[in-house]
T-cell receptor
Framework: GNSVTQMEGPVTLSEEAFLTINCTYTATGYPSLFWYVQYPGEGLQLLLK?????DKGSNKGFEATYRKETTSFHLEKGSVQVSDSAVYFC?????????????FGRGTSLIVHP | EADIYQTPRYLVIGTGKKITLECSQT?????MYWYQQDPGMELHLIHY???????EKGDLSSESTVSRIRTEHFPLTLESARPSHTSQYLC????????????FGPGTRLTVL
């Protein structure tokens, strides 16, 4: 079956530091890959996505590149802000059980200090 | 901006009560989902639907049931709530396409005493 593995948190950084959150996946087909973000007290929202190999998703200064050869989709940001403090979920969508069922990682909490 | 709504946002009830968590979306999406989110933030898929009159069980065994009589509405019902049902419940919807971006509601935080 499909699976997503992301680094455990919490990740604690100072403002303006560089961020990397690692994500690797296992899929039987050719999945679409996503990063979602969850702010306190809210549901998840899409941060970025990529649908084929070597695609780079980007949004709000965050980037992730779909690497088929290493089955990875690592999230990066050059300079984090306090407002980026949230939980980040890596996810994939792949054909399984006859439909596109999403698979989520366990989430990585990011804490950014001023 | 996604238009998916959940009510109530917070609910505290006693053991044995029957409850229904409401979820509605105005985007015309075929697919809808219910997730249970544990305190460690991990998401567990408990039910999903491909469209009207379609419901499937997810990966997490659940004592809840769902119905899909209208495209926009996907309520989740607990016939007899127990303390083990205490959790955050998230509803989501998506189009029936490969790229399948999910749109989430704000969640219902349920506490069963």
């Amino acid at each position: 079956g499909n699976s997503v593995t992301q680094m455990e948190g919490p990740v604690t950084l100072s403002e303006e530091a560089f961020l990397t959150i690692n994500c690797t996946y296992t899929a039987t087909g050719y999945p679409s890959l996503f990063w979602y973000v969850q702010y306190p007290g809210e549901g998840l929202q899409l941060l970025l996505k990529a649908t084929k190999a070597d695609d780079k998703g980007s949004n709000k200064g965050f980037e992730a590149t779909y690497r088929k050869e290493t089955t990875s989709f690592h999230l990066e940001k050059g300079s984090v802000q306090v407002s980026d403090s949230a939980v980040y979920f890596c996810a994939l969508s792949d054909l399984e059980r006859g439909s596109y069922i999403p698979t989520f990682g366990r989430g990585t909490s990011l804490i950014v200090h001023p | 901006e996604a238009d998916i709504y959940q009510t109530p946002r917070y609910l505290v009830i006693g053991t044995g009560k029957k409850i229904t968590l409401e979820c509605s979306q105005t985007m015309g999406h075929d697919k809808m989902y219910w997730y249970q989110q544990d305190p460690g933030m991990e998401l567990h898929l408990i039910h999903y639907s491909y469209g009207v009159n379609s419901t499937e069980k997810g990966d997490l065994s659940s004592e809840s049931t769902v119905s899909r009589i209208r495209t926009e509405h996907f309520p989740l019902t607990l016939e007899s709530a127990r303390p083990s049902h205490t959790s955050q419940y998230l509803c989501a919807s998506s189009e029936r396409v490969v790229t399948d971006t999910q749109y989430f509601g704000p969640g219902t935080r349920l506490t069963v005493l």
